[in-house]
């Protein structure tokens, strides 16, 4: 499983780091997700990356940065520039696909960690 961390309350324009840790497996061979949920909002993909390629959706691009350590088992979302609609809780996940927004080729959750933008 995973936990997040680094959620918190920023105002807009601010930046934020999450971290992603894993526990109970390794994040060697898995590619790693970050999505979002906003309120009343079907959850979404955000980022992820694999051993070799980053990948964005265009809410993300510009402005938000994945990268991953292995030896630490941890992988971040560096967000800048935050804006009122990035509010929502964020998730991390495992898949052993790369690249893809499925949530149902992700084999392992958190349980989140909110992120609010507000002034």
């Known amino acids: 499983q995973f936990v997040e961390s680094g959620g918190g309350l920023v105002q807009p324009g601010g930046s934020l780091r999450l971290s992603c840790v894993a526990s109970g497996f390794t994040l060697d061979g898995y590619a790693i997700g970050w999505f979002r949920q906003a309120p009343g909002k079907e959850r979404e993909g955000v980022s992820s990356?694999?051993?070799?390629?980053?990948y964005y959706t265009d809410s993300a691009k510009g402005r938000f940065t994945i990268s991953r350590d292995n030896a630490k088992n941890t992988v971040y979302l560096q967000m800048n520039s935050l804006k009122p609609e990035d509010t929502a809780v964020y998730y991390c996940a495992a898949s052993v696909h790369a690249g893809t927004w499925y949530e149902h080729e992700y084999d392992y959750w958190g349980q989140g960690t909110q992120v609010t933008v507000s002034s």
């Open positions: 990356i694999s051993y070799d390629s980053e």
